[in-house]
C-alpha cells in the first residue's frame, strides 16, 4: 500500500530543525537591526555636524574668536536651510529636537564642531 505524506517522526524532525535554524537567527537579525540603527545614528550625527559647518562657511564673522566656543541649535540650522526639519533620530525614531546643541570651538587654527547630545 502506497502512502502519500510524511510520518510523524519526519514532521518532528522538520519542526525541530527550524526551531533551531529560528533559535540561531532571530538574535543575529537583532543584532543586526540595532548596529544599522547604530550606524545610521552616527551618520545624522555627521549630517549635522556637516551643515554646522557649512553654516560656519557662510556665517564666518559669527564664528567665535580663537580658544573660545558658540553654541548654535539645530533649529537655527532649520531656519537657515543647512538641515530638513524630519532629520530623525533612528534610534527613537522620532525627530531630533530643535534644541539639540552644535558646539562650535576655535582651535586658533581650525575650527572644530561637536553635536552636543
Known amino acids: 500500500m502506497k502512502k502519500n505524506g510524511f510520518t510523524l517522526a519526519e514532521l518532528l524532525g522538520v519542526i525541530t530543525i527550524l526551531s533551531l535554524i529560528l533559535l540561531i537567527a532571530i538574535p543575529t537579525i537583532d543584532r543586526m537591526l540595532k548596529e544599522g540603527k547604530t550606524d ?6 555627521k549630517s549635522i555636524e556637516a551643515a ?20 548654535i541649535t539645530l533649529s537655527r540650522l532649520w531656519q537657515d536651510g543647512y538641515v530638513d ?11 531630533f529636537s530643535g534644541s539639540l546643541e552644535i558646539k562650535i570651538t576655535n ?5 572644530n564642531y561637536e553635536v552636543i547630545e
Open 40 to 45: 545610521l545614528y552616527t551618520s545624522q550625527i
Open 52 to 71: 554646522a559647518k557649512m553654516w560656519g562657511t557662510d556665517h564666518v564673522n559669527e564664528l567665535p574668536d580663537a580658544n573660545e566656543t558658540k553654541i
Open 85 to 95: 526639519e524630519n532629520i530623525k533620530n533612528p534610534q527613537t525614531d522620532k525627530p
Open 107 to 111: 582651535h586658533g587654527t581650525y575650527y
